[in-house]
C-alpha cells in the first residue's frame, strides 16, 4: 500500500529565506507525483506535476525534483515571501489518477 | 465558470440525516474526483469516474456513501444517515483523464454533523 510522508510537519522561516520541502513514498510504482498549497479554508492550488520519467520541473521561484527509485521529492522554494505562507501538500498519482496524498507540511513566512 | 466549482460551500446537519454535495467540473474533464479531508486523516480518496466506464469506488468508507455523475458531467456524493465522523472537507477535482494528467480541485464543501 502506497503511504507518502513529508517532513517537516511545519516550518518557520524569516523572509529571504531559500527552503526546501521534502516528500517521501514508498512504492516507485507511480504516474507522477503533484505539489499542491492549500491556504487555510481554501480548496489546492496545484503549483507543479512531475510526470514519473522526469526528474525536475520549476515555476517561477518553484522547483521540484523527483528520484523515483529512492521514492524522494523535494520543493524548493527561492527568496520566501509572507505571500508564500500555506500548506504544502505532495501526492503521487497511479495509473488510474488516484491521488495519494501526504500530511503537508505548514510553512509560515514571517516579514 | 473556469474551474471545478462545489456546492454549497458549508452545511451543517443534524447526526443521522442525509445530504447531497455537488461538483461541476471543468468543462470537457473526462476524470471526476471526490476526496475527504478531515483533521486525523488528511486527505483521503473516495471516488472516481472516468468517461462512461464503471467508477472506482475502492475509498468510500461505508455503504452509507454513494455518488453519481450524471451526463459525464455533474457529480453527486450522498451521504445517507449522516455520523459525527462524516464531519470534514469535501473535495471534488477533475482533469482531462486519467494516468497521470493533472487534477484540478474545487474549493470543497465543509460538512459539520451536529
Known amino acids: 500500500k502506497q503511504e507518502v510522508t513529508q517532513i517537516p510537519a511545519a516550518l518557520s522561516v524569516p523572509e529571504g529565506e531559500n527552503l526546501v520541502l521534502n516528500c517521501s513514498f514508498t512504492d516507485s510504482a507511480i504516474y507522477n507525483l503533484q505539489w499542491f498549497r492549500q491556504d487555510p479554508g481554501k480548496g489546492l492550488t496545484s503549483l507543479l506535476l512531475i510526470q514519473s520519467s522526469q526528474r525536475e520541473q520549476t515555476s517561477g521561484r518553484l522547483n521540484a525534483s523527483l528520484d523515483k527509485s529512492s521514492g524522494r521529492s523535494t520543493l524548493y522554494i527561492a527568496a520566501s515571501q509572507p505571500g508564500d505562507s500555506a500548506t504544502y501538500l505532495c501526492?503521487?498519482?497511479?495509473?488510474?489518477?488516484?491521488?495519494?496524498f501526504g500530511q503537508g507540511t505548514t510553512l509560515q513566512v514571517k516579514p | 465558470g473556469a474551474g471545478v466549482s462545489q456546492s454549497p460551500s458549508n452545511k451543517v446537519t443534524e447526526k443521522g440525516k442525509d445530504v447531497e454535495l455537488r461538483c461541476d467540473p471543468i468543462s470537457g474533464h473526462t476524470a471526476l474526483y471526490w476526496y475527504r479531508q478531515s483533521l486525523g486523516q488528511g486527505l483521503e480518496f473516495l471516488i472516481y469516474f472516468q468517461g462512461n466506464s464503471a467508477p472506482d469506488k475502492s475509498g468510500l468508507p461505508s455503504d452509507r456513501f454513494s455518488a453519481e455523475r450524471t451526463g459525464g458531467s455533474v457529480s453527486t456524493l450522498t451521504i445517507q444517515r449522516t455520523q459525527q465522523e462524516d464531519s470534514a472537507v469535501y473535495l471534488c477535482?477533475?482533469?482531462?483523464?486519467?494516468?497521470?494528467?493533472?487534477?484540478?480541485f474545487g474549493p470543497g464543501t465543509r460538512l459539520t454533523v451536529l
Open positions: 501526492a503521487v498519482s497511479s495509473n488510474t489518477g488516484k491521488l495519494i
Open positions: 477535482a477533475s482533469s482531462l483523464g486519467i494516468g497521470g494528467i493533472e487534477q484540478f
